[in-house]
């Protein structure tokens, strides 16, 4: 490849480009032989057959559930998602049982095999002390019997959580799919096909800053079925783990690949059609590996029905990453012995014969099998275990069919954290610089612009606490496309200001895997439009994880969008769509109008532990400001009443309010007296400053920049006529936008958006 990168000029020499090749089915060893010549310990295989049983046994609880065939919980109706895995228990199995406590995983809609194995050799792993500390119920227990329970605590919390019970592990708010704990590494199952990729990508991030060297030293696997490897937020996130960035001795001191493993499940289906040879290009599926990096990201196909080969695979994969060659893609070739949910009967795309094939390699009983052949268990001692596993997944599943149902008045608790980083702890609270602090010019009037007041923030939150890092597309030497973060890298290094390729999902997941896992990323999207490429890791990742594990994770990242609107960019680079995050419960929406704000929000948001959309005008950019150079925070969901007044009261935000002000100088000239109200963040919201300005004026008009139809401007109104009502003297105006597209042309983007003039008109309409 050396010959087609050329520093010094072009050159077309002739020549070819040559891949590296992909091993397959590597793992060759005899079990039998293995354990007779003391290289596999009873106590090991012992795990990894349990392991698998508590699987199985706890999957085929689901199947009989909803078959009304599990005699132990006849009077319970189970209802939820049916995803199995049977079939799959050596590659959850085989990956977990070679992790340590601290590295981490992300799974699947088809999870609930990778989170029982995480956890159960998690837990095996355990001092007492741990043990303990997890489970301070059983402080009183000792030895087999506290790590029994501790274990039956385990079955217990994953059944609960898919029972819908508040004593599962995320309080039953996400369920199965969306199952995590993070104190065993388990940063969440994903019901989006793909979306856990990027967020395990991200936790793999945190480990190339991290001073803590536990963290330094954790491996991230990502399991991620056949299906998934055609989404385009995992071929970005192996794009992402790959960049030449993170290895390049000349672009970073801190120069290894990204410790993850891409577990590549494949069970040959996605729901009901084949990745391989249907809807896909190649075969196996390693071979996406071939695209990412010079001579391939390190890959292998492994028999994933096997989980001897299976753990051989991941230990070798650790290998390839302690000498700072990750990532690693492992495709696993297993099978899934029933439909995509127990409501397909996998008859339309599948034939009995392909099944039974797969039958005679199923994991459970050839493993069993195996550890009779060798010598290593008898008949009595399989039996004794597989009588345990079975009791304690009944006892365990019956505790969680009588625990508790959550609460129904707290539908809403854990949408949001109050919490916040205030208190940087050490060693993150001491500054890392490296190089000169980038200058921030005032005028004789102590103004800086709207966009200097956005740099100042993140620099001082950056020097405040080593856990904030920035990055986003060409925000790095050149200092983003507006140069606001010109001078940054230079001052903190490129572990903390780094370019992103254009992979949009990816800035957002990565940063999202950085947030859950103890970093504060404040990430980039060049233009508000952009957050479309997105709206997953924004809407159902960043939004939801906090609520969905019952608030066992926080993700504090902000996500600096700007708008282009105003500037001739057309369509797609003009667009406010603050209203769009604003009904997706779960992010923080800020939009400053000036400078002072624009610096106090945005210290704020990096401080919070909620996801914020950061939006930012790019019309704002150059307005200039009185901005304290001292360290001060506005608060979120604190409305800025910018002008008293008694006649009308104007809510905005945004540009929006520049225009609220002339058009209530124009309205002051004919002795109407106009509140303005700018909101300032839109989640969460100042309702009550609102509704006290329009109880006095009795009239109202909210604006905006959205296009007017589902704007947020209408909630807003909706609100106001509900809880204002008896006050109001006319009806409740909106403006926004012209419902159509922000056009190129000046006079139409003029007429596109609303004018003071439209302002002036709609409070004249009601006054
Ligand atoms: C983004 C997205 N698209 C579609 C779906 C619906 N869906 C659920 S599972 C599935 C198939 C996934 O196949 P694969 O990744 O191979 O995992 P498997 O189900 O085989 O474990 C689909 C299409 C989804 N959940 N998410």
């Known amino acids: 490849m050396g010959n087609f990168i050329n520093d010094s000029g072009p050159n077309f020499k002739a020549g070819e480009i040559k891949l590296d090749s992909i091993p397959v089915y590597q793992y060759n060893k005899d079990l039998k032989k293995e354990f007779k010549a003391g290289k596999l310990a009873k106590e090991e295989l012992a795990e990894i057959y349990e392991s698998m049983l508590v699987i199985r046994e706890f999957e085929e609880m689901i199947l009989k559930l909803k078959n009304g065939a599990y005699e132990k919980l006849s009077d319970y109706e189970y209802r939820g998602p049916t995803h199995l895995s049977i079939g799959q228990e050596a590659t959850a199995a085989g990956v977990c049982c070679a992790l340590k406590i601290t590295d981490e995983i992300t799974s699947t809609h088809r999870g609930h095999g990778d989170s029982i194995a995480k956890g159960f050799h998690a837990i095996k792993r355990m001092s007492e002390a741990e043990l303990k500390e997890r489970c301070p119920e059983f402080a009183g227990l000792a030895g087999e019997e506290l790590l029994e329970a501790v274990l039956e605590d385990h079955v217990y919390r994953t059944i609960a959580e898919l029972f819908g019970k508040e004593a599962g592990y995320g309080k039953g708010r996400g369920g199965g799919m969306h199952i995590a704990d ?160 127990l409501s397909d009967p996998r008859t339309e795309y599948r034939s009995k014969a392909e099944e039974a094939l797969w039958k005679e390699v199923d994991p459970v009983p050839c493993f069993r099998a195996k550890l009779i052949e060798a010598g290593a268990f008898s008949e009595k001692e399989l039996a004794a275990m597989e009588k345990k596993v079975a ?113 949009e999902a990816a800035i957002i997941g990565t940063g999202v895997g950085m947030a859950m896992t103890g970093y504060r990323p404040v990430v980039e999207l060049m233009y508000m439009d952009f957050a479309l490429m997105a709206s997953d890791q924004i809407s159902n990742q960043a939004a939801k994880w906090h609520y969905m594990t019952g608030a066992s994770t926080k993700v504090p990242m902000v996500i600096r969008c700007s708008v282009g609107g105003g500037k001739g960019y057309g369509g797609q680079h003009s667009q406010s769509l603050e209203s769009i995050f604003a009904h997706i419960p779960g992010t923080y929406v800020a939009y400053p109008s000036n400078p002072y704000d624009a610096k106090g929000l945005m210290k704020t948001a990096i401080r919070d532990d909620n996801p914020v959309v950061f939006v930012e005008g790019q019309l704002l950019y150059n307005v200039k400001g009185v901005v304290p150079e001292t360290d001060y925070t506005i608060p979120f969901g604190q409305a800025n009443v910018l002008r008293e007044g008694s006649d009308i009261t104007f809510v905005c935000w945004g540009p929006a309010v520049a225009d609220a002000e002339k058009a209530a100088d124009a309205l002051a000239e004919e002795g109407v007296n106009v509140e303005i109200i700018d909101v300032r963040t839109l989640v969460p919201f100042d309702w009550e400053t609102v509704f006290a300005s329009v109880r006095k004026t009795g009239k109202c008009v909210v604006m905006s920049q959205c296009v007017d139809i589902g704007s947020f401007t209408g909630e807003i109104v909706s609100k106001i006529v509900a809880e204002c009502f008896d006050s109001l003297d006319a009806p409740v105006l909106k403006i926004g936008a012209k419902n159509g597209i922000a056009p190129q042309a000046h006079c139409l983007e003029k007429a596109f958006l609303p004018s003071v003039e439209d302002m002036v008109e709609t409070a004249k309409k009601i006054l």
């Open 391 to 503: 009791e304690r997944n009944e006892k365990a599943a019956r505790r969680a069919a009588d625990s508790d149902d959550p609460k129904a008045e707290d539908v809403i608790k854990y949408m949001y954290t109050d919490t916040n980083s205030e208190v940087v702890p050490a060693p993150y609270n001491q500054l890392m610089a490296r190089g000169p602090r980038p200058v921030i010019k005032r005028d004789a009037d102590s103004r800086i612009t709207y966009k200097d007041a956005i740099k100042e923030a993140m620099i001082e939150e950056m020097e405040r606490d080593a856990r904030v890092v920035c990055y986003g597309e060409d925000v790095a030497d050149y200092g983003n496309a507006f140069k606001l973060t010109k001078g940054m890298l230079e001052y903190f290094g490129r572990a903390r200001v780094f370019n992103a390729p254009i992979s």
């Open 182 to 341: 993070f104190r065993v590494g388990h940063l969440g199952a994903n019901a989006i096909v793909g979306g856990g990729i990027p967020i395990a990508t991200g936790a793999a991030m945190t480990t190339r800053i991290d001073v803590d060297k536990a963290k330094q030293g954790k491996i991230v696997c990502s399991f991620a079925g056949d299906g998934a490897y055609a989404n385009g937020v995992v071929l970005e996130s192996f794009n992402w783990a790959c960049q030449g960035q993170f290895t390049d001795p000349e672009l970073s001191s801190i120069n290894f690949g990204l410790p993850i493993i891409y577990c590549l499940v494949n069970n040959h289906y996605g729901m009901t059609g084949r990745a391989d040879r249907e809807v896909c290009g190649v075969h196996p599926l390693a071979r996406r590996a071939a695209g990412f990096s010079d001579c391939n990201m390190h890959a292998e196909v492994v028999n994933g029905m096997d989980p001897l080969a299976v753990r051989d695979a991941i230990e070798r994969a650790k290998a390839v990453i302690a000498e700072g060659k990750g990532p690693v893609m492992l495709e696993f070739n297993t099978y899934r012995y029933f439909g995509h949910s």
